[in-house]
């Protein structure tokens, strides 16, 4: 008897604290009605974070120019300092989709961190018999980037006066001018959430 009183009492308390714990929910104007799913992040803050960046780059006029040519961008570098596995391809992704339909400029895939090796490899048939030369891309045709976006998502994690956990997610990135080496823009989106200290981030 004393064994099932015991058991009661602990799948109550179970109970009890698991739905007095405190919901994952966004931080900031305008998100309250939208919990994630995690404290972690998901598919809605890249997302965010991309239109946001996008949005930023293409108001700041940095893509414009005076000729009637396009400037031409590589995907550098974007470090993930934080304490989850991140796919940082669903970033830069939904970035190089929405600079390519605003017309601004275009995007290499032949260098960076995002390349497509398919431009080199096609290139090494030069000579071989087996395929017809006048169907392999000539030489002298690859457009060299003279624009690099390259990045970081950075983490951290405190506590709240509830004993929550706080998390603080900053997308940073940079676009540089290849030829000068110099910034020629820079943002920041954050994404803020709180949730139960017992949630798992990573």
């Known amino acids: 008897m004393k064994k099932i009183r015991f058991l009661v009492v602990t799948i109550f308390l179970i109970v009890f604290f698991t739905a007095c714990s405190t919901k994952s929910h966004y931080v900031g104007e305008g998100t309250k009605e939208k919990s994630p799913i995690t404290l972690g992040l998901d598919s809605r803050d890249f997302e965010k974070a991309a239109s ?23 995907i550098s570098d974007i470090l993930n300092d934080t304490t989850q596995r991140v796919n940082v391809k669903m970033l830069t992704k939904k970035i190089r989709v929405a600079i390519l339909k605003s017309g601004k ?35 002298h045709t690859l457009y060299a980037p003279n624009l690099s976006l390259s990045g970081e998502i950075l983490q951290r994690v405190s506590r709240t006066d509830d004993d929550d956990q706080y998390v603080e997610y900053y997308f940073q ?3 540089t001018n290849i030829e000068s080496g110099l910034a020629i823009w820079e ?3 954050i994404i803020e959430k709180v949730g139960s200290n017992d949630s798992v981030i990573w």
């Open 52 to 74: 946001n960046m996008v949005k930023s780059l293409l108001e700041s006029g940095t893509l414009n120019r005076n000729d009637t040519n396009k400037s031409v961008l590589m």
């Open 187 to 189: 943002d920041e989106t």
């Open 105 to 139: 400029a275009i995007v290499t895939t032949a260098l960076g961190t995002q390349r497509d090796d398919t431009a080199q490899e096609v290139r090494k048939l030069r000579g071989n018999e087996e395929f017809r030369q006048d169907t392999i891309a000539k030489k």
């Open 173 to 175: 990135m940079t676009l």
